[in-house]
C-alpha cells in the first residue's frame, strides 16, 4: 500500500505562483512514476497536469508547458509541482498520482486527498 499527502494549496492572485508537494509513504519502490493531476471542468474527470519519471523524464498538459514545472526528490519520496504565471482557468483541485504508466500520461492506482488551488482575477 501507499499513501500520498498533499500540501501548498491555496489562493492566490492571477500571475502568482503556489508549489504543490506530495510526499509518498508505504510501499515507494512501486511508485516510481509519479504525477500531478486536476479535476476538468465539470468535475468528472481528473486531466493530466503535469507527470515525472524516476529518472527525470517529464510529460506536461499543453495548458501548462512554461508556467509549470515537477520536479522530485527520490530521497525523500517527495514530487513538487512549481506552477507560476497562473490563470483563473488554473482553479480546482489538484490531485498526486502513483505510478503513472510508461508513457507519462494514465493515472495509477494510488491517489491523494487533493489540495485546493484558486486563482483570482
Known amino acids: 500500500q501507499v499513501q500520498l499527502v498533499e500540501s501548498g494549496g491555496g489562493l492566490v492572485q492571477a500571475g502568482g505562483s503556489l508549489r504543490l508537494s506530495c510526499t509518498a509513504s508505504?510501499?515507494?519502490?512501486?511508485?516510481?512514476?509519479m504525477g500531478w493531476f486536476r479535476q476538468a471542468p465539470g468535475g468528472k474527470q481528473r486531466e493530466l497536469v503535469a507527470?515525472?519519471?524516476?529518472?527525470?523524464?517529464?510529460n506536461y498538459a499543453d495548458s501548462v508547458k512554461g508556467r509549470f514545472t515537477i520536479s522530485r526528490n527520490n530521497a525523500k519520496n517527495a514530487v513538487y509541482l512549481q506552477m507560476n504565471s497562473l490563470k483563473p482557468e488554473d482553479t480546482t483541485v489538484y490531485c498526486c498520482?502513483?505510478?503513472?504508466?510508461?508513457?507519462?500520461?494514465?493515472?495509477?492506482?494510488?491517489w491523494g486527498q487533493g489540495t485546493q488551488v484558486t486563482v483570482s482575477s
Open positions: 508505504g510501499s515507494t519502490s512501486s511508485i516510481n512514476r
Open positions: 498520482n502513483g505510478p503513472l504508466n510508461w508513457l507519462l500520461t494514465l493515472p495509477g492506482a494510488y
Open positions: 507527470a515525472i519519471s524516476s529518472g527525470g523524464g517529464t
